[in-house]
T-cell receptor, first 114, second 113 residues
Framework: AQTVTQSQPEMSVQEAETVTLSCTYDTSESDYYLFWYKQPPSRQMILVIRQEAYKQQNATENRFSVNFQKAAKSFSLKISDSQLGDAAMYFCAYRRFGNEKLTFGTGTRLTIIP | DTEVTQTPKHLVMGMTNKKSLKCEQHMGHRAMYWYKQKAKKPPELMFVYSYEKLSINESVPSRFSPECPNSSLLNLHLHALQPEDSALYLC????????????FGPGTRLTVL
């Protein structure tokens, strides 16, 4: 079974600084997708960024970028120029190619310090 | 319309009650999902509907009964729940069953007394 591990239950960062959230996963599959979802205190989960395992290039979305290390099964999220609106619970998630099931990690609560 | 709506926002029910949660999307998405999220835990998949047919049931107890009357609507019927079923129930949808983005609703906070 696939497992997703986020070893940092909580993180904090000063506004405008950079923070990196860690995620590791375990799978025997070679084709899969990885995601970072953000769940603000209002609860609605939104997709931040996604990565296809077959792509070597790391995904980037504005201030958000990932460091995808397939051999190490590591998928970290870097948030640059942190803003107050980035405060949320961040979930790393995995989906096997050809399967609809999304498996989430335990989450990292990110606090932004003004 | 680019959102998933869920009603009610909050629900309190007794163990003998029957209630339903409703989820709606008007984005033309053909896959819809129910997740259960306990406090300080990640969402856990319960059911997936693909093209209005149940495609995944993650061994959910029969006291939870999903229904997809049409492509825009997803219901979760609740009967004889237990206090441990208290949680946030999230609905999500995606354009296709294997699409790379799921759009989540705000959830229904359920309390079972």
């Amino acid at each position: 079974a696939q497992t997703v591990t986020q070893s940092q239950p909580e993180m904090s960062v000063q506004e405008a600084e950079t923070v990196t959230l860690s995620c590791t996963y375990d799978t025997s599959e070679s084709d899969y997708y990885l995601f970072w979802y953000k769940q603000p205190p209002s609860r609605q989960m939104i997709l931040v960024i996604r990565q296809e395992a077959y792509k070597q290039q790391n995904a980037t979305e504005n201030r958000f970028s990932v460091n995808f290390q397939k051999a190490a099964k590591s998928f970290s999220l870097k948030i640059s120029d942190s803003q107050l609106g980035d405060a949320a619970m961040y979930f790393c998630a995995y989906r096997r190619f050809g399967n609809e099931k999304l498996t989430f990690g335990t989450g990292t609560r990110l606090t932004i310090i003004p | 319309d680019t959102e998933v709506t869920q009603t009610p926002k909050h629900l309190v029910m007794g163990m003998t009650n029957k209630k339903s949660l409703k989820c709606e999307q008007h984005m033309g998405h053909r896959a819809m999902y129910w997740y259960k999220q306990k406090a300080k835990k990640p969402p856990e998949l319960m059911f997936v509907y693909s093209y209005e047919k149940l495609s995944i049931n993650e061994s959910v107890p029969s006291r939870f009964s999903p229904e997809c009357p049409n492509s825009s609507l997803l219901n979760l019927h609740l009967h004889a729940l237990q206090p441990e079923d208290s949680a946030l129930y999230l609905c999500a949808s995606s354009q296709e069953p294997l699409a790379n983005e799921q759009f989540f609703g705000p959830g229904t906070r359920l309390t079972v007394l």
